[in-house]
């Protein structure tokens, strides 16, 4: 019977192949990494560049409810004045977003206002995922928001129930994708330029790791029957980058203001 190579000759081989090459790399996982059967989501993600033709993409795209229309912020983009990604806010919801300026909103009082996580997981921040069997926690770099998902089979509480800028989010697997359900919402925006959603928000996710395991793609499906005529959604995408950490952001409110 063959014997195992040992570790110096494996080690003499490598040498010599270095010697002769000039150079050696090992060939890059092409495998998800898997936790309890599930996709493991785990890692430090920067946010990138969304190709919308990667296989993930085009999977999660292909899932988002009919009707729902594809808004082009996704963290790369910001609407201008009374341009909201083709979501159609109601008449009185609409008059309220066009008293929307840049000037009031770099104002002290309101520079630091936190964002709800509708806005937030957009943003062009990196996160953190932290995967358990019953929760998995996202620690957000923007505004140090830290999202607690809860994937012990618990549905939302009652209607009466506190709302808050994170809501309240369950999960469950659905193959290999991991999908989010977030209600409880304190009213907060939508886009950059003052379009907000009321509390009957309704949030759904789906994220989903690209072959490679290198990139985690999601979809951000959002209703709101309260503001909204129709219903949107986002893509978005981060890059895996083992070994970086979260940052404080620690918002001060007069590093924005112009000297006088």
Known sequence: MQGRISKSATGAALAALITVTGAFALPASAEVPRKDGHPDLSGFYNFTRIDPDAPAARKLISEVPEGAVFMKDGGAYEFPPNEYGGLKPKPDVLAEAQKWSPQEELKVENICKKPSIIYAIQGPFPMEITQGRDMIVMQMEYFDMVRVIFMDGRGHPDEDA???????????????????????????????????????????????????????????????????????????????????????????????QEDE
């Open 162 to 256: 506190p709302h808050t800028l994170l809501g309240h989010s369950i999960g469950h697997w659905e193959g290999d994708e991991l999908v989010v359900d977030t209600t409880h919402l304190e009213p907060a925006t939508i886009t950059n330029n003052g379009l907000n959603h009321s509390e009957d928000a309704h949030l759904v996710e789906r994220f989903r790791l690209s072959d490679d395991g290198q990139t985690l793609y999601s979809t951000e499906y959002i209703e709101d029957p309260t503001n909204l005529e129709n219903t949107g959604y986002r893509l978005m995408a981060w890059k895996k980058h083992p070994g970086e950490h979260i940052y404080p952001y620690e918002c001060d409110p007069f590093a924005y």
